[in-house]
């Protein structure tokens, strides 16, 4: 039977512990001593192992822990130990934070292109979400064949995995959810649904409009691409959104703004602001 040991277990955490689970895994759950993931997961009928005892723990260990505090956590309980593989499900802390690691140990992305409870959710649906597969130092020649169980133990094979770089899922990441997804489109969202409330109308249909319609919007997108999209909608909307995203977003200033979005990111500039947001990481060195 494969074993894994998980450290942290919040969003990502309870999602890989219960599919690697129902995958046949082995699963361990450790944290640190004064947080609550321990007693939750013994609750869930999970082992638990100390974070003091780690450095002589078998099989591989994913750090599911925020990505800010992973260097204080490696650099407390993990440095030091016998030849390992450690498992990310981000590559930010290894891009910008670079954990101690011994030159014996495999650096591996698993990275779930969703929340831990979409990866649940779709894995008891028989389904899963997509992954990003990476492999940053490879010192035990089975990096990749530990990426590829785990990626299907949590179910991402059932939709598809990408190989790519830590480097490259990072920073295409953090652009997407800066500009996109956490960026521009919660702004539009909120703002032109109180646009409509000040101008009279019931907030629910603003909402609905602006919202509720947008899942429609992006669901043809994700099957038709943008211009099938365009295609499929009604002639005042195509128009009207012709004519509209140019008032809004002119082309030339978005491409300007995401460009300095991006060098903040490339530079490590955004990682030295999410810095202070832990005393724990005070002492780790952002590069480059
Ligand atoms: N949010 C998502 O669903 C999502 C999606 C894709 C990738 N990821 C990646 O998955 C990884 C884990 O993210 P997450 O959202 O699952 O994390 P999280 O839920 O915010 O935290 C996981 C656990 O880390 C522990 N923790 C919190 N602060 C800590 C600290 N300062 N030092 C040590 N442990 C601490 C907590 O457990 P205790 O209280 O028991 O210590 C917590 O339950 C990250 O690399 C993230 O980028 C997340």
Redesign the pocket.
């Known amino acids: 039977m494969r074993e894994i040991t998980l ?7 309870k ?1 890989w512990a219960d599919n690697l689970r129902d995958s046949g895994w082995k699963v361990r759950i450790t ?2 001593p ?5 007693a ?1 997961a013994k609750a869930a009928g999970f082992a638990t192992v100390d974070a003091q005892d780690l450095r002589s723990i078998e099989g591989p260990i994913a ?8 260097p ?2 490696f650099a407390a309980y993990l440095q030091g130990g016998e030849r390992r593989q450690f498992l ?3 590559g ?2 290894v891009t910008f934070f670079r954990p101690p690691i011994s030159t014996t140990d495999d650096l591996i992305l698993v ?7 979409k ?1 649940r959710e779709n894995y008891l649906a028989g389904s899963g979400v997509m992954g990003v597969l990476a492999v940053d130092t490879e010192q035990s020649g089975r990096a990749w064949e530990t990426a590829e169980a785990v990626a299907e133990g949590l179910g991402l094979l059932r939709v598809g995995v990408l190989r790519s770089t830590f480097a490259a899922e990072t920073k295409a990441d953090l652009l997407s959810e800066q500009v996109v997804l956490c960026g521009a489109v919660p702004r539009l969202v909120q703002e032109t649904t109180d646009f409509l409330v000040r101008k009279g109308i019931d907030r629910r249909l603003a909402s609905y409009e602006c919202l509720n319609e947008l899942k429609l919007i992006v669901d043809m997108m994700v099957e038709h691409g943008v211009d099938g999209m365009m295609s499929r909608v009604s002639t005042a909307a195509r128009v009207g959104g012709e004519r509209a995203r140019d008032v809004i977003l002119p082309k030339a200033e978005l491409e300007a703004r995401t460009e300095k979005l991006w060098r903040d990111i490339e530079s490590g500039a955004f990682a030295r602001s999410l810095e202070n947001k ?1 005393a ?1 990481t005070r002492e780790t060195e952002i590069h480059p």
């Open positions: 450290a942290g277990y919040g969003n990502q955490g999602a944290g640190r004064d947080g609550k993931g321990i939750q750090l599911l822990l925020p990505d800010e505090s992973i204080g956590f990310f499900a981000h930010f802390a990275a779930p292109k969703g929340i831990g409870q990866l832990l724990t």
